[in-house]
């Protein structure tokens, strides 16, 4: 087991300058964003640092006491993955607010973005499920104040939306964790993970239908995500982004960390949990329903913004998916389109902000002829359409290639699934197209539309890496492989790195 105390400087880091930035703010509000992009630029290159250095699988120790007696931080593959895509979707978001963020609040809302990534991070690293729920609050609150953000009315409402839903969603998860700690006497994931067979069945059931069920909140998944169009409407189009490239992206992390890892079965083609119901059919089933009622709600939206929203519904449902094929191939395939979709849908919010604040609107018809008043924006955009479509060439086709394989390979009900699935995507391919078509197929004697250097940088660094993942899928498909391998083998991956004495009995 290697100890690596210096990762916690993911969380710390930016905790720490998210209350001094009061301080750098009585110097000047520009120096507060840029203290702002150097912590969350020190948190990418450490990330970035630990996954290719090779740093992982490690634990972060607190005070001596090694786990499960003391709690711990956990860096596998899965969480070195996501903490870096966390932190340079975070490090781009916080380049683009440099040039976004110039009325309001500039300190308080530095302030939330920092916790805000901090928070997310939190979410992926800990070994511990209390505190999970303390970083999912962290990143809850800070999420509702950034939604809040806009200065628009309708903020507010998508925020107020928020706030309701996801409370609700962590007092469920918070019983959930209650009647698993009567049961077993510890928090630590992975202890929980090697003992869950201890349970009283009936009660397992219980928790983990409350457990699943909280976290299926901030997982944008079906019936638990009534709050995703009006907050991602509402919000200013960099918290959009946030949103659905960042906060997804620890959320769906957590659902399959517990549903895997802490529920799951070790053994077998794929895996199952344990209890009187398979909570990964359940998700299946949800997951399912998210990407047809998502698909569906998009097409009918005339607001690109909305449209963009429930897209990222529909997205969360594809990867849920993925990942509850539970082989190797689907786990892969989910991780990769999750990487995949938090690149993209992040680099689509960013251009519909850049075009707001040019004085387009947000409907559909107000983007005919952009490619004559902005042929960057207008392709940038087509580039992030394409990857959502899994066209060749962009990212994500490898993704959603892999998903459909997978559960071909699986077979039995999952054809049902990937049926309802490919339907699905048509939807999508069709409103998406549409907007394509009127981008670059419209005459329009509109003005041309300048677009401003710092936000042009974060969008540009998005399409390239889009278009490269494309290319050389190798770039993230080998990282997700090992992700896959990790959550798809709890007792040794997981739980032989963090306890190995309880492997080893």
């Known amino acids: 087991m290697n100890i690596f105390n210096n990762a916690a400087l993911l969380?710390?880091?930016?905790?720490?300058?998210?209350?001094?930035?009061?301080?750098?703010?009585?110097?000047?509000?520009?120096?507060?964003?840029?203290?702002?992009?150097?912590?969350?630029?020190?948190?990418?290159t450490f990330s970035l640092y630990i996954l290719l250095a090779h740093k992982y699988p490690a634990i972060v120790v607190m005070g001596n006491w090694l786990p499960p007696f003391g709690e711990n931080l956990y860096i596998g593959p899965v969480a070195a993955l996501l903490v870096s895509v966390?932190?340079?979707?975070?490090?781009?978001?916080?380049?683009?607010?440099?040039?976004?963020?110039?009325?309001?609040?500039?300190?308080?809302?530095?302030?939330?973005?920092?916790?805000?990534?901090?928070?997310?991070?939190?979410?992926?690293?800990?070994?511990?499920?209390?505190?999970?729920?303390?970083?999912?609050?962290?990143?809850?609150?800070?999420?509702?104040?950034?939604?809040?953000?806009?200065?628009?009315?309708?903020?507010?409402?998508?925020?107020?939306?928020?706030?309701?839903?996801?409370?609700?969603?962590?007092?469920?998860?918070?019983?959930?964790?209650?009647?698993?700690?009567?049961?077993?006497?510890?928090?630590?994931?992975?202890?929980?993970?090697?003992?869950?067979?201890?349970?009283?069945?009936?009660?397992?059931?219980?928790?983990?239908?409350?457990?699943?069920?909280?976290?299926?909140?901030?997982?944008e998944l079906f019936p638990f995500n009534g709050w995703v169009p009006d907050t991602y409407t509402g919000a200013i189009n960099g918290v959009s982004a946030s949103l659905s490239g960042i906060a997804a992206v620890s959320a769906v992390y957590a659902l399959f960390r517990i549903a895997m890892t802490v529920f799951g079965r070790s053994?077998?083609?794929?895996?199952?949990?344990?209890?009187?119901?398979?909570?990964?059919?359940?998700?299946?089933?949800?997951?399912?329903?998210?990407?047809?009622?998502?698909?569906?709600?998009?097409?009918?939206?005339?607001?690109?913004?909305?449209?963009?929203?429930?897209?990222?519904?529909?997205?969360?449902?594809?990867?849920?998916?993925?990942?509850?094929?539970?082989?190797?191939?689907?786990?892969?395939?989910?991780?990769?389109?999750?990487?995949?979709?938090s690149i993209a849908k992040s680099m689509l919010f960013l251009i519909v902000g850049i075009l707001v604040a040019a004085g387009v609107g947000e409907n559909i018809d107000d983007f005919k002829g952009l490619w004559n008043r902005n042929p960057f924006l207008a392709l940038t955009f087509s580039v992030g359409a394409f990857s959502m479509l899994g066209f060749p060439l962009f990212g994500g086709f490898w993704s959603k290639f892999a998903i459909v394989a997978a559960s071909v390979q699986r077979g039995g009900w999952y054809d049902f699934v990937i049926g309802l699935v490919l339907f699905a995507s048509v939807v999508e391919a069709f409103y998406y197209l549409r907007i394509v078509a009127y981008m670059f197929m419209s005459d329009t004697k509109q003005a041309k539309i300048k677009t401003p250097l710092i936000p042009a940088i974060p969008i540009f660094?998005?399409?390239?890496?889009?278009?490269?993942?494309?290319?050389?899928?190798?770039?993230?498909?080998?990282?997700?492989?090992?992700?896959?391998?990790?959550?798809?083998?709890?007792?040794?991956?997981?739980?032989?790195n963090v306890i190995p004495t309880i492997v080893a009995h």
């Open 86 to 219: 966390i932190s340079v979707i975070g490090l781009l978001i916080a380049i683009y607010n440099l040039w976004a963020i110039k009325r309001g609040d500039v300190i308080r809302f530095s302030i939330l973005f920092l916790m805000f990534t901090a928070g997310a991070s939190g979410m992926v690293l800990t070994g511990d499920i209390f505190n999970l729920f303390i970083f999912m609050e962290i990143t809850g609150i800070s999420s509702y104040a950034l939604a809040a953000f806009g200065p628009e009315r309708r903020a507010l409402g998508g925020s107020f939306k928020f706030l309701v839903v996801s409370s609700i969603g962590s007092t469920l998860y918070l019983m959930g964790v209650t009647l698993i700690y009567t049961q077993l006497g510890t928090l630590n994931i992975a202890e929980i993970a090697a003992r869950i067979n201890q349970t009283t069945p009936a009660l397992l059931t219980f928790a983990g239908i409350l457990i699943i069920s909280g976290l299926a909140v901030e997982a």
């Open 11 to 44: 969380i710390g880091v930016p905790l720490l300058f998210a209350f001094s930035i009061p301080l750098f703010g009585l110097i000047s509000k520009e120096l507060a964003k840029w203290v702002t992009l150097l912590t969350i630029g020190f948190n990418a």
């Open 461 to 496: 660094i998005l399409a390239v890496s889009i278009v490269a993942i494309g290319v050389l899928p190798q770039l993230v498909g080998t990282f997700s492989a090992q992700a896959a391998g990790e959550f798809t083998h709890k007792m040794s991956g997981y739980v032989l």
């Open 267 to 341: 053994g077998g083609a794929y895996v199952t949990t344990y209890g009187k119901i398979d909570f990964m059919t359940v998700i299946a089933i949800l997951a399912t329903a998210t990407v047809v009622i998502g698909e569906l709600s998009a097409l009918s939206q005339k607001n690109v913004k909305k449209m963009l929203a429930y897209s990222s519904m529909a997205q969360m449902g594809l990867i849920a998916v993925g990942l509850s094929i539970g082989n190797e191939l689907g786990v892969y395939g989910g991780i990769f389109q999750l990487i995949n979709h």
